[in-house]
């Protein structure tokens, strides 16, 4: 089917355009067999593992079907006065200096690699000018301090939890869980079916180096799901070769760039 499909593309792509690739959304064990012209992709586009959030429940068991520990924090926030504030528009674009240094922070902290904040704020212009996916900036405070903040993506039916960020101002009082809850119920009020968190690493081993954003994720009680990642068919089988190989190497170099900043910390 995908193979019929990317030879029904072809004419509508251009001359330059030598492969497609489809990142695919579809649960392992959905689709029994590829199509064998279709080779796995060497760099994925999206995570391959998520939890997804069914919001058909009502608030009271949503809270009832989350780990206690993270209903716990919730609430902990909420007492501690911990407030949570949301911009679409222009106030979120004039906001995100604020929320790319917490960004910034958090990318030191976790050794992630981060874009710069005009990355963030073109998003959010170009949102404007469409119906869909309507972006939103949550930002936590408390008693005048910015303490954490989230962008949350709404398509459809789904509410897509794109990028977090924390400092480590005032950690104990477990805004995030907030975050996270404030954008889920306002996903389900919108008329969403489903949140997802976007990313978790493939299995819940704790010495992977990301096991807290699985253990964090998890905890709210949804579902985890397995993608089939990213595959590629070719139009042009040297170009699209050639582009595999500089595609490994670029991957190779950045590997080696993490590793030597981490060593140089």
Not at 3 to 11: D, G, I, K, V
Not at 131 to 145: C, M, Q, T, V, W
């Amino acid at each position: 089917m995908l193979c019929a499909l990317a030879t029904e593309l072809r004419p509508h792509l251009g001359g330059a355009c030598f492969f497609l690739r489809f990142d695919l959304a579809a649960r392992l064990g959905r689709i029994a067999q590829l199509d064998s012209p279709l080779r796995r992709a060497p760099h994925r586009v999206q995570p391959q593992s998520t939890v997804m959030l069914n919001l058909s429940a009502d608030k009271k068991q949503l809270l009832a079907n989350m780990h206690r520990k993270t209903r716990y924090n919730i609430g902990l926030a909420l007492r501690r006065g911990v407030v949570i504030r949301r911009y679409t528009g222009q106030p979120a674009i004039a906001r995100l200096s604020r929320w790319h240094r917490l960004y910034q922070e958090t990318a030191a902290r976790d050794r992630i690699l981060v874009h710069e904040m005009a990355y963030y704020k073109r998003l959010f212009e170009i949102n404007g000018t469409a119906a869909e996916p309507r972006l939103s900036l949550y930002i936590a405070e408390h008693r005048g301090d910015t303490l954490a903040g989230i962008i949350v993506a709404g398509f459809g039916n789904r509410a897509t939890y794109m990028y977090g960020a924390s400092g480590g101002l005032k950690r104990e009082l477990m805004p995030n869980h907030l975050l996270q809850w404030t954008a889920i119920l306002d996903a389900k009020t919108e008329g969403a079916g489903e949140y997802d968190f976007f990313g978790i690493p493939p299995s819940s081993n704790p010495n992977h180096p990301m096991h807290g954003l699985w253990r964090f994720k998890s905890g709210f009680g949804g579902a985890i799901l397995h993608y089939l990642g990213a595959w590629d068919y070719s139009y042009r089988p040297i170009l699209y070769q050639l582009f595999r190989c500089a595609e490994k190497l670029r991957a190779y170099l950045a590997n080696r760039r993490k590793r030597a900043r981490k060593l140089n910390r």
